[in-house]
């Protein structure tokens, strides 16, 4: 079966520091991936979506950014985190509906 | 173009009665639907699926949900509900039949509460 792991689970950061989020999922190939933000009290927010090796596709412009290494890990960055950049950062794989599954997620704290 | 409505954003219910959660859905596509759970400080969990397929779809945990094309709406219901349904819910809709990596669009969540 297939398992999404996120880490690390909580985080706290300073602003302007970087950032390193990731994500691995097992059990399935060539899967498709996004990295979504849920901030307190606005729903989730899609930040990026792969679908191969390499290829990224962002949906808001932000001093975010994403990476695809390998074929099952995803890492999103930060060269200098902002007060806003704070939430709750959820990874997902799609399965053969359309369907997502998600990460435990990561909370991020910018202090 | 797609979108989705949770008409209530807070339902509250007590122990052993019934729940319902109403979605309505906008789509230019066949839509693909699904219903999502997320307790606090997790990540969303699948608990159905719409996917063109029997009308009455019945996921995890006793819930099940209806689509209505006339009505356009995926409303989700459960006979009895439980303390451990507490919980965020979201009304998600996707496109039918499309490739695997299509977005989904989100509704703003429903906050559940069960009373004992």
């Known amino acids: 079966s297939q398992t999404i792991h996120q880490w690390p689970a909580t985080l706290v950061q300073p602003v302007g520091s970087p950032l390193s989020l990731e994500c691995t999922v097992e059990g399935t190939s060539n899967p498709n991936l996004y990295w979504y933000r849920q901030a307190a009290g606005r729903g989730l927010q899609l930040l990026f979506y792969s679908v191969g090796i390499g290829q990224i596709s962002s949906e808001v412009p932000q001093n975010l950014s994403a990476s695809r290494p390998q074929d099952r890990q995803f890492i999103l960055s930060s060269k200098k985190l902002l007060l806003s950049d704070s939430g709750f950062y959820l990874c997902?794989?799609?399965?053969?509906?359309?369907?997502?599954?998600f990460g435990p997620g990561t909370r991020l704290t910018v202090t | 173009a797609q979108s989705v409505t949770q008409l209530d954003s807070h339902v509250s219910v007590s122990e052993g009665t019934p729940v319902l959660l109403r979605c309505n859905y906008s789509?230019?596509?066949?839509?693909?639907l699904f219903w999502y759970v997320q307790h606090p400080n997790k990540g969303l969990q699948l608990l159905l699926k719409?996917?063109?397929?029997?009308?009455l779809v019945k996921g995890i945990n006793g819930f099940e949900a209806e689509f209505k094309k006339s009505e356009t709406s995926f409303h989700l219901t459960k006979p009895s509900a439980h303390m451990s349904d507490a919980a965020e819910y979201f009304c998600?809709?996707?496109?039918?039949?499309?490739?695997?990596?299509?977005?989904?669009?989100f509704g703003q969540g429903t906050i559940l509460t069960v009373h004992p």
């Open positions: 997902a794989w799609s399965g053969a509906h359309g369907e997502q599954y």
């Open positions: 719409y996917t063109s397929a029997a009308t």
């Open positions: 998600v809709v996707g496109r039918a039949g499309g490739t695997s990596y299509g977005k989904l669009t």
């Open positions: 789509s230019s596509y066949s839509p693909s």
